[in-house]
């Protein structure tokens, strides 16, 4: 696997998942396209927590699939607004009674 190859080479020392890919790396990045994983390996280049140390697998995925984490960010976003109009509701109640 190129990925594997690539990531040893970046992290050195620090990259202790062996010389093969292990059974959770493939599981995560299992169906991800070859342009994401070479998108979130070189986004890897500009994250200041991944400058050392490889992040793990599920980490990777997200990395190499920005758009969840837009959609994740959006959801908590909405849950956040409706948790404010609940509040908001709960309080003028409170006034009324």
């Known amino acids: 696997m190129k990925l594997w ?6 992290y ?6 062996g010389d093969y890919p292990t059974s959770a790396w493939i ?3 299992e ?13 890897l ?5 991944y400058a050392d140390w490889p992040p793990k697998s599920s980490a990777f995925y997200l990395i190499c699939k920005p758009r969840i984490i837009k959609k994740i960010r959006r959801h908590k976003f909405k849950r956040y607004e409706r948790s404010k109009e609940s509040n908001k509701l709960m ?3 409170k006034v009324k009674l």
């Open 31 to 43: 169906g991800i396209k070859d342009q994401d994983l070479i998108k979130g390996f070189i986004a």
């Open 91 to 93: 309080n003028d109640l």
């Open 5 to 10: 190859d690539k990531m040893r080479e970046r």
């Open 12 to 17: 050195g020392a620090s990259w202790t998942f």
């Open 27 to 29: 599981g995560d990045l």
């Open 45 to 49: 280049k500009d994250m200041a927590e």
